[in-house]
């Protein structure tokens, strides 16, 4: 089966530095990304991975382990706009292609 | 800029009613998506179309039907609504020519069945 697990929700400080951990079982694997979605509004893309290692983008960077089947999403320099919805999705094989599976999504609270 | 654009933004409906989502998209993708968002559950797939002529079922599309009209429009129908069809709908679009292509959600459709 498929199935993508990560925490419900977080709590971090402004300033500090928060780590969202994602793990994944799908079958097959063509990439993963990280979604940010704040509460009523629609999810907006934050990064991709699809080979081992780590990509950085600004104050967000993400992880994948392929042989772990998991992934992370570190925030640094925490800011109150970061408080939203961090959604880790997988393409895994739906039938005979590739499809975006998605995670439950883990609410950050940033607090002053 | 571009867009996914949804209508309407939100809904109320009582049960057995039949109701329509629309969605519109200028970013010249071809594939396009409906999902529907359920508190603790994440984003689960309805139905998804690759391009004008070509329709899928995904995991959840007991109780909907979909109509790809032309390749900037992929509506969602209920044809008779029941209260656990209720929840936040999104249609989204993705480049079939990235590889890591991501999805471009449009803004959301809240839909309340009475």
């Known amino acids: 089966g498929q199935n993508i697990d990560q925490p419900t929700e977080m709590t971090a400080t402004e300033g500090a530095i928060v780590q969202i951990n994602c793990t994944y079982q799908t079958s097959g694997f063509n990439g993963l990304f990280w979604y940010q979605q704040h509460a009523g509004e629609a999810?907006?893309?934050?990064?991709?991975?699809?080979?081992?290692?780590?990509?950085?983008?600004?104050?967000?960077?993400?992880f994948l382990s392929r042989s772990k089947g998991y992934s992370y999403l570190l925030l640094k320099e925490l800011q109150m706009k970061d408080s939203a919805s961090y959604l880790c999705a997988v393409r895994g094989r739906m039938d005979s292609s590739y499809k975006l599976i998605f995670g439950s999504g883990t609410r950050l609270l940033v607090r002053p | 800029d571009a867009d996914v654009t949804q209508t309407p933004r939100n809904r109320i409906t009582k049960t057995g009613k039949r109701i329509m989502l629309e969605c519109s998209q200028t970013k010249g993708h071809d594939r396009m998506y409906w999902y529907r968002q359920d508190p603790g559950l994440g984003l689960r797939l309805i139905y998804y179309s690759f391009d004008v002529?070509?329709?899928?079922?995904?995991?959840?599309?007991?109780?909907?039907?979909?109509?790809?009209?032309?390749?900037?429009?992929?509506?969602?129908?209920?044809?008779?609504?029941?209260?656990?069809?209720?929840?936040?709908y999104f249609c989204a679009t993705s480049d079939p020519r990235a590889a890591n292509s991501p999805l471009h959600f449009g803004n959301g459709t809240r839909l309340t069945v009475t």
């Open chain 1, 43 to 62: 999810p907006t893309f934050l990064s991709y991975n699809v080979l081992d290692g780590l990509e950085e983008k600004g104050r967000f960077s993400s």
């Open chain 2, 53 to 88: 002529k070509d329709i899928n079922k995904g995991e959840i599309s007991d109780g909907y039907s979909v109509s790809r009209q032309a390749q900037a429009k992929f509506s969602l129908s209920l044809e008779s609504a029941i209260p656990n069809q209720t929840a936040l």
